[in-house]
């Protein structure tokens, strides 16, 4: 079992290489939540993922013998990105298998750190199974991203940050995958302060660390946006720590997480990819398990791919209110379309996309569909438009993100 004494040596391996990250207060996620909360920025590592504390950490104890040979490493992009650099200054050579569907970004970033990078599987778990295979056709050194002894004490070393900048910190709430950062940091945080909370998170798609706690039966989804904590087998020595040392495993939905990220890109001015995300998800969910807490929370990764950055961000003004559809039917006649935008235009929204039906509708001849994609302040100002349309005479409605 990793300790306190191991976790503190290293510290001393991680120094000067490895960012002692930004722990701080939000004060407007305070005042969202009713918790006093505080963000840990691992998404400032070089690599943008706390993962590299653990993948150097485990490099470090190698063996001459072992870093001629070289290292291999199964990720969804962060392990891998962490290994290939940290492998890459030290002179190891190493390779990395992600699955097939990895975020290009990661593939693309990861190989530019120096890494042969294999592509295989659907899922993490079929990329770690040939990550097995090829370590003994090729005699490489096989680096775990999570059930490690010198990976669990690498990312423990984020508690002690966490502590020794905040330590009236009573709560942590910290995504799982495999479980490597929340063993971690829990031995870290139980061991300077036995009393303080440490809630899991993981997504209702994979609950694997869940179901293994609870003695169930996990239900796969096809994916998640938290890619990077997709996991469905816990490590056998992170399922052991998360046993004796995690309070409780809390999960969120997809919709969650996208709310998460939206709100610290908008608020804090940070981008995080899903896992990153899980813990505020979790803190906005479940907001009563953490009222009047003060709660530390691990952004733990930022590689997300920026078209599905901007998706995510669209779907998000669509939920605020911010982005709106509206439907509205007219008499297909001269001015009528004016009279419309001009209600818009008075209304103060603005009118990003029109679609003009003719053909594809039930309507009666000589009548038109219009639909209206308008940037609004809020639920309310959609309201405000469809009443002032419908008090001229026109039929219009609201269509919600779910129609």
Do not use: W
């Not at 006093?36 to 943008?48: G, I, R, S």
């Not at 907001?287 to 952004?299: E, N, Q, S, T």
């Not at 679609?355 to 302040?377: C, G, I, M, W, Y």
């Amino acid at each position: 079992m990793v300790g306190l004494d191991e976790i503190k040596q290293a510290v001393t391996v991680l120094d000067g290489y490895v960012v002692n990250t930004p722990c701080l207060h939000s004060r407007t996620l305070s005042e969202i939540t009713g918790a006093e909360v505080y963000l840990k920025f691992e998404n400032h590592q070089f690599t943008a993922s706390f993962k590299e504390r653990g993948a150097l950490n485990k490099l470090a104890s190698l063996t001459v013998e072992q870093k001629q040979r070289g290292v291999i490493a199964a990720s969804a992009g962060n392990h891998a990105q962490g290994v290939a650099h940290h492998a890459a200054r030290l002179g190891i050579p190493n390779v990395i298998v992600m699955p097939r569907y990895t975020p290009n970004v990661k593939v693309e970033m990861t190989r530019r750190h120096g890494a042969e990078v294999v592509l295989h599987g659907d899922g993490f778990d079929e990329a770690k199974a040939h990550a097995y295979q090829l370590a003994d056709e090729r005699g490489l050194v096989f680096v775990h991203p999570y059930d490690d002894d010198k990976v669990i004490a690498g990312q423990g070393t984020i508690a002690l940050e966490m502590l020794s900048a905040h330590p009236s910190l009573d709560t942590l709430a910290i995504a799982i995958g495999g479980g490597g950062l929340i063993s971690g940091i829990a031995t870290a945080a139980k061991a300077i302060k036995p009393d303080i909370d440490v809630v899991g998170v993981e997504t209702t798609r994979y609950p694997s660390m869940y179901a293994a706690i609870h003695h169930c039966t996990a239900n796969y989804g096809p994916s998640t946006i938290a890619d990077g904590i997709a996991v469905k087998e816990p490590g056998k020595l992170t399922l052991e720590i998360v046993k004796k040392l995690v309070t409780d495993i809390l999960l969120v939905d997809e919709g969650d997480i996208e709310e998460a990220i939206v709100m610290l890109l908008e608020i804090e001015k940070t981008v995080v990819e899903g896992a990153g995300a899980v813990s505020l998800a979790a803190l906005m969910r479940h907001r009563d398990r953490f009222a009047g807490r003060k709660v530390g929370l691990v952004l733990c990764g930022g590689n997300i791919d920026p078209l599905m950055l901007a998706e995510i961000i669209q779907r998000g003004m669509v939920r605020s209110g911010r982005l709106a559809r509206i439907k509205v039917e007219l008499r297909d006649l001269p001015g009528a379309l004016a009279k419309i935008t001009s209600v818009i235009a008075e209304s103060n929204a603005n009118i990003e996309e029109v679609h003009h039906q003719r053909a594809f509708t039930n309507l009666p001849v000589q009548s038109a569909e219009v639909e209206f994609v308008l940037k609004t302040r809020n639920a309310a100002h959609i309201d405000e438009i469809v009443g002032r349309l419908a008090a001229i005479g026109f039929r219009a409605r609201a269509v919600h993100h779910d129609a």
